[in-house]
């Protein structure tokens, strides 16, 4: 079964579709000839015999008067009626020439007969369906016909049937091949803007106005290219801002440790200029780390590794307050933690705490709020409200930060978040911005646990 799916799926739709009603055509075929068939034949042995009662009850209700029999009447011509007194024929109604051994097979039926019967003879080949009646007075009729009328009924029947279905047929499959055709252009129309794609055309254009899944897929399509070449030429330019970032250190390391080499201290003493080559060291090692760390958690989420360790986010969060609260001196930070642990590692973790720590410096006017519990740690300040636009975009790769840097701190800070199962958004408050990292495990349970508490409470 798998494999003749597989082969009918291998198929282009135009000729899946023949299949589909080549075998419906061949199933209506089998229906038709053996099993409607049958059905037809039964019911046109019922109008046989409603025929010969009906026709045998108009012929004795003209003829049959104080047992004498009349003539002067019109009857069925494709049936025969004998009528018989004292089992002995009286009179014969028919246009058909009969033949003497016929006749005495039906003396002999009407004599072996006392009571109403319907039953069939056959004479030299021929299946004659018969109806015999004891009329009283020993008045016998007995009415019979032969099969090539039940087979007229039954051709014309089936005739009528099978052509009716056949225009059914026909008219369901040019809907169908109409359908078909609608659904494959715009599909080649796809293919033919997905080859332009491949082949470098970046000019290409795909206009399907379909408001069904294929119009979405073609929609889809287009976002997508969109958004590929938007993040290409983001990825351009960040290649050439972080290219520009490394070689400014590299250079000043390099151009410094020439001159020290060549007995001259660029920056008035030798332990000045070699601390501004130890500093340029440490901004060139903290880029690649970044980097670094962006492809490791890339690495990591890709191969669904689900991480065990725990940190504690208490003493990390202290680690990087005593580390960068310097920076702002003026700044009042207020700091509510809680023992709590998060699932990662603890750099990884130390890395996001500095990265929003660092930010929120960067921006407050007079103030900082940090919480941490077991539901969400936040990061807030009172600094400038952020645009919509930029709340959106702040956390994707490549995009550019308020002062048009390429800066992937908040980047990073995803990246972790989203390896590690949590989630990290960013919002405007009355006054200032706040940026929150919530266990999404825990949201659930808890959502959980409220549905299963409000069921019971119904």
């Known amino acids: 079964m798998r494999r003749l799916l597989k082969s009918l799926t291998d198929l282009s739709l135009f000729q899946q579709m023949s299949v589909i009603v080549v075998t419906l055509g061949v199933i209506l075929i089998f229906f038709f000839s ?37 003539t002067d009447f019109s009857y069925d011509q494709d049936v025969m009626h004998f009528v018989y007194i004292n089992n002995k024929c009286a009179q014969f109604y028919s246009n058909k020439i009969v033949d003497g051994e016929f006749i005495e097979m039906v003396n002999q039926i009407i004599g072996d007969t006392e009571a109403n019967v319907d039953d069939s003879l056959v004479f030299n080949g021929v299946k004659y369906n018969y109806y015999l ?56 129309q796809m293919q033919n803007y997905i080859e332009k794609i491949k082949s470098g055309d970046q000019k290409a254009k795909l206009s399907i ?3 069904d899944e294929v119009g979405e ?29 490394l070689k400014t250190p590299i250079a000043t390391i390099k151009s410094y440790a020439e001159s020290i080499k060549d007995g001259v201290y660029p920056y008035d003493t030798l332990e000045k200029s070699v601390d501004v080559i130890i ?51 003026e700044v009042k930070i207020d700091v509510k933690l809680n023992e709590v642990s998060f699932k990662g590692e603890r750099e990884s973790w130390r890395i996001v705490v500095s990265n929003l720590l660092d930010n929120a410096l960067r921006y407050a006017q007079n103030k900082i709020e940090i919480n941490l519990s077991e539901a969400e740690f936040n990061i807030s300040n009172d600094g400038p409200s952020l645009s919509q636009d930029r709340i959106n975009k702040m956390f994707k790769p490549f995009e550019k930060g308020d002062k048009g840097k390429f800066g992937l701190g908040l980047s990073i800070c995803y990246k972790v978040c989203n390896t590690y199962g949590y989630s990290i958004e960013a919002e405007n408050l ?19 646990k409220w549905t299963y508490n409000k069921s019971e409470n119904h």
């Open 34 to 70: 053996v099993y409607q068939k049958g059905n037809i034949s039964e019911f046109v042995d019922g109008q046989v015999v409603a025929l010969l009662h009906r026709s045998q009850n108009t012929v004795a209700m003209n003829i049959l008067d104080n047992d004498k029999i009349s």
């Open 133 to 188: 009646s004891i009329r009283g007075n020993n008045i016998k009729m007995i009415s019979l016909v032969d099969q090539n009328y039940g087979k007229d009924i039954e051709t014309a029947l089936l005739n009528s049937v099978s052509n009716n279905s056949a225009v059914v047929f026909g008219f369901i499959f040019i809907l169908l091949t109409v359908w078909v055709s609608t659904i494959i252009t715009p599909l080649l």
């Open 209 to 211: 106005d379909r408001k």
């Open 217 to 245: 897929l073609a929609d889809a399509l287009v976002s997508m290219h969109n958004q590929i070449k938007s993040q290409e030429a983001l990825k351009e330019e960040m290649i050439h801002n972080i290219s520009h970032d």
């Open 279 to 329: 500093d340029n060291a440490d901004r060139l090692e903290k880029k690649v780390y970044s980097l670094l760390l962006l492809n490791r958690l890339d690495y990591v989420k890709s191969i669904g590794k689900d991480s065990d360790e725990q940190c504690d986010m208490k003493d990390v969060v202290e680690d990087v307050l005593t580390s960068l609260k310097m920076i702002r001196p």
């Open 430 to 448: 009355e006054k200032g911005v706040i940026f929150r990292i919530k266990n999404t495990d825990l949201q659930k349970k808890e959502k959980k």
